[in-house]
């Protein structure tokens, strides 16, 4: 079973940087468009930024302008660079990607496992 997996969350103090990447399990799954959301406790998920397969980037006000998503198709992984983070940016981060099935030609959307960001004052 084909699964995303995340890495590099992490505690960091306020006004620190982080990056977190988002790759595919197994080879023969490519990932088309991607997104990165968060979950705190007791709220709901929310999409913080998304990029396209072009690598046309979305983000939402809460980040726009300290986080950066970026890929890289030879790695075939997805990034998100976080910067100058801030205490209610603790939360855990899913990726998101439609990965296109290179063996049955087909394209199906997945989420990974979540990653713990926690920013400490």
């Known amino acids: 079973q084909v699964q995303l997996v995340e890495s590099g969350g992490g505690l960091v103090q306020a006004g620190g940087s982080l990056t977190l990447s988002c790759s595919v399990s197994?080879?023969?799954?490519?990932?088309?468009?991607a997104a990165w959301y968060r979950q705190s406790p007791g709220k709901e998920r929310d999409l913080v930024a998304r990029?396209?397969?072009?690598?046309?980037?979305y983000y939402t006000d809460p980040v726009r302008g300290r986080f950066s998503v970026s890929r890289d198709n030879a790695k075939n992984e997805v990034y998100l660079q976080m910067n100058d983070l801030k205490l209610e940016d603790t939360a855990v981060y899913y990726c998101?990607?439609?990965?296109?099935?290179?063996?049955?030609?087909?394209?199906?959307?997945?989420w990974g496992q979540g990653t713990q960001v926690t920013v400490s004052s």
């Open positions: 998101s990607a439609a990965l296109f099935d290179e063996t049955n030609w087909r394209q199906e959307d997945y």
């Open positions: 197994q080879s023969g799954y490519t990932i088309a468009g």
């Open positions: 990029i396209g397969r072009s690598g046309t980037t």
